[in-house]
């Protein structure tokens, strides 16, 4: 059954309390004259679209009213969704989506609902005990789903494992049922990813404090050798050995020598004679 949304004209009339619509300017403003009207806002909106003298827009009031029906049409889709045929699903899926238009609102509801156009949950058997849930929180409003997932967190550990099998088996029948309720998984069996990867951080960040001490302990002892070894090489520089001075005698003078070689004669002279 297609959803039937009013169309400017009678959503017009039915704000104003017409009994029927005028399509002159001058008989609109006739009949307002006539009666005194007092517009409001709605019935202003409505006036002018009735004269042909309104532009439709995301903010106007005809939109607003549309979008709202279109949210309540959506809302009773979800809560007789899988007591619907697939087929049922799929036609209606496909005028909620013709008359959504432009609605982002509206879209992205009915993208999540195509996830389960296709489930066919009477497959499940009844006694499944995740069965219920799962439904439960794709037929609920997104404001009621919260409600779904709190019972499940309250269980005790005992009925969480039942609970987590008869999940499981549910995707055993169809994997895409377990698309319905992802959360579920979460709450049942909580990854423990998360808890390995901060031990791995804390057992690594040790690592690379001792890393970062010898690092700097052998930067250390090089600067402290290439200091010592400049330190010694200067040390070990023998001095320069002065030169001696070289003694100038003073010469002698020439008569002194005659005399002196004189005398040598004699001396030389006197020990032959004597031998």
């Not at 296709?118 to 609920?140: G, H, L, M």
């Not at 302990?217 to 010592?228: A, D, M, P, R, T």
Request: charged share 35%.
């Amino acid at each position: 059954m297609k959803t039937l949304i009013p169309s400017p004209k009678e959503w017009a009339t039915e704000q104003l309390d017409l009994e029927k619509a005028f399509d002159k300017d001058s008989a609109l403003l006739k009949f307002v004259e006539d009666e005194n009207f007092l517009l409001n806002d709605h019935e202003a909106e409505a006036l002018g679209i009735l004269s042909e003298n309104h532009t439709d827009g995301l903010n106007s009031h005809y939109h607003e009213f549309v979008t709202k029906k279109i949210h309540k049409e959506i809302s009773l889709f979800r809560e007789s969704f899988f007591s619907m045929s697939i087929q049922e699903r799929r036609d209606k899926l496909k005028d909620l989506e013709t008359i959504s238009g432009n609605s982002i609102s509206c879209k992205s509801m009915l993208f999540e609902l195509r996830i389960g156009a296709f489930i066919d949950i009477s497959s499940v058997p009844e006694e499944n005990k995740a069965k219920d849930f799962v439904t439960r929180f794709f037929t609920s409003s997104p404001q009621n789903r919260s409600m779904v997932l709190d019972e499940v967190a309250n269980k005790t550990e005992l009925e969480k494992k039942e609970l987590h099998e008869a999940y499981l088996e549910l995707g055993k029948i169809d994997e895409d049922i377990l698309r319905l309720c992802p959360q579920l998984e979460y709450i049942l069996n909580p990854p423990v990813v998360e808890e390995v990867t901060s031990k791995k951080k804390t057992r690594k960040r040790p690592k690379t404090l001792w890393l970062l001490l010898i690092i700097a302990y052998l930067l250390y002892k090089i600067i402290s050798l290439g200091v010592e070894r400049s330190q010694a090489e200067e040390t070990d520089v023998p001095e320069p050995k002065e030169k001696p001075e070289k003694v100038v005698e003073p010469e002698k003078d020439k008569f002194l020598e005659y005399m002196e070689e004189k005398e040598k004669e004699g001396s030389d002279a006197k020990e032959k004679s004597n031998e």
